[in-house]
């Protein structure tokens, strides 16, 4: 009997929306029958979400614009044992990867993703597209072969996304503000997203389990596309 598809996945996640996502990406790739391996990028120095002011959210939004790394603690032994599949998935921070997870690249990316097929998730407000190609870009240094991609946009509409969002890293409550609560009820992914990303994983591990391309799938959820 052919051994079940073995998949590693490396996330970051902050607010919790990547962590939420993978949740129902993980059900879905179990449910099809895969072996999953997960390991969690850790900040040497703890990060707090929210960041506590608009200055503060500011001067973050400015460093992470310049692609600042963020150093993280050592992975475990387990990355290194053999899979069919990294998934690598975390949120957009400025129109870039996150700072831990390009530390990850940095450190760790050619050891363990060379020759190694990989598809990102990114979790993003809604500008994913130069997140996406940055990442391609340094997938292709590590030796990487990037398949496909999964993104998922905030599902509300601007310019009360970008405002809510900015609210919410400042410490704010903008789903309970008066003048905006209206249009922007919720931070993050909602319901139906976490559906998707669900048969996103069963999707996946049919492909997986079958030997099919995963280039065939179409990972995006509608509101990530315009």
């Known amino acids: 009997m052919k ?3 073995t998949i590693l996945i490396i996330s970051f996640s902050l607010s919790g929306q990547t962590h939420g996502l993978l949740t129902s990406l993980i059900s879905g790739l179990e449910n099809s029958g895969c072996h999953i391996r997960q390991e969690r990028l850790q900040p040497l120095t703890p990060m ?3 960041f506590g002011s608009m200055t ?3 001067v973050m939004m400015l460093r992470t614009f310049c692609r600042q790394r963020i150093a993280i603690k050592p992975l475990s032994a387990s ?3 053999p899979h069919d599949l990294v998934i690598l998935a975390g949120p957009t921070w400025s129109y870039h990867p996150s700072g831990p997870m390009l530390s990850f690249l940095d450190r760790d990316g050619h050891r363990l993703l060379r020759n190694k097929t990989v598809i990102p998730l990114i979790s993003c407000r809604g500008y994913w597209r130069m ?3 940055g990442l391609k870009g340094l997938l292709k240094k590590c030796g ?3 398949a496909n991609a999964i993104i998922f946009s905030h599902p509300i509409s601007e310019p009360w996304r970008t405002l809510g969002v900015f609210l919410k890293l400042s410490g704010r409550h903008p789903e309970k503000m008066a003048l905006i609560s209206d249009h922007y009820p919720r931070y993050g992914h909602d319901k139906a997203q976490q559906a998707r990303a669900e048969e996103f ?3 996946i591990g049919s492909h997986l389990v079958t030997g099919q391309p995963l280039a065939d799938l179409s990972f995006q959820d509608p509101i990530s596309l315009p």
């Open 56 to 58: 503060k959210t500011v």
């Open 48 to 50: 707090r979400f929210p």
């Open 131 to 133: 997140h996406l190609w």
């Open 201 to 203: 994983g069963r999707q």
């Open 79 to 81: 990355c290194t044992k």
């Open 144 to 146: 990487a072969q990037v």
């Open 3 to 5: 051994p079940s598809p």
